[in-house]
């Protein structure tokens, strides 16, 4: 079954302690990316990959970290966490199947809470 | 670069009645274009995608979107909708060239009995 499987689920840290969130696709997919949603903002894009070693900024980069050592993988790094990124976060892939269809699957999401 | 706009944040609507989400896109390349739905405390969920043909496209749960090239248009409607259907609408688009997917702020559509 194709998946992006991602934990935790939830999470609740303090200010200031280091945390990271897995994402990890079986779909053989090159482009992988992350969101935070909140109320009102929709989903904004964080970080993404457009394969292994390439990463670039989203629209909003700040005080997260990424890395794409694998295909499969691509954990979202919180070096520092500060209490407005309590978030809901998502993580997605994407690629083509045979038929030449793309669509994005994404993880169940993570809801963070940095108190 | 490209962008989403979804013209309303908030869409109240009374059952059976018919309704449009409005979605507007800007993009330097050529995009797919997608409408998710994510209900209360869940994940998102495929509505529908435009890919290429026909500019009509049917989706999940009585729902439809028409692309509309020269308005950069790509509007979500039902003809008469349920009190199930209350839940956040997000439009997004994926870049032909590198498949980076960016979404709309969402719509929130509230159905009353």
């Known amino acids: 079954e194709a998946q992006v499987t991602q934990n935790p689920r939830y999470l609740i840290t303090v200010t200031g302690k280091k945390l990271t969130v897995t994402c990890s696709q079986n779909m053989n997919h090159e482009y992988m990316s992350w969101y935070r949603q909140d109320p009102g903002l929709g989903l904004r894009q964080i970080y993404y990959?457009?394969?292994?070693?390439?990463?670039d900024k989203g629209d909003v980069p700040e005080g997260y970290k990424v890395s794409r050592k694998e295909k499969r993988n691509f954990p979202l790094i919180l070096e520092s966490p500060s209490p407005n990124q309590t978030s809901l976060y998502f993580c997605?892939?994407?690629?083509?199947?045979?038929?030449?269809?793309?669509?994005?699957?994404f993880g169940q999401g993570t809801r963070l809470t940095v108190v | 670069a490209q962008s989403v706009t979804q013209l309303d944040s908030q869409v109240p609507v009374f059952e059976e009645a018919p309704v449009e989400l409005r979605c507007n896109y800007s993009?330097?390349?050529?995009?797919?274009l997608f409408w998710y739905v994510q209900y209360p405390n869940q994940g998102l969920q495929l509505l529908l995608k435009y890919l290429s043909g026909s500019t009509l496209v049917k989706g999940i749960n009585g729902f439809e979107a028409e692309f509309n090239k020269s308005q950069t248009s790509f509007h979500l409607r039902k003809p008469s909708v349920h009190i199930s259907d209350t839940a956040e609408y997000f439009c997004?688009?994926?870049?032909?060239?590198?498949?980076?997917?960016?979404f709309g702020a969402g719509t929130r559509l509230t159905v009353k009995p």
């Open positions: 990959s457009m394969n292994v070693e390439v990463t």
């Open positions: 997605a892939s994407s690629g083509w199947d045979s038929r030449m269809n793309t669509e994005a699957f």
């Open positions: 993009s330097s390349v050529s995009v797919y």
């Open positions: 997004a688009v994926i870049r032909m060239n590198n498949n980076d997917m960016r």
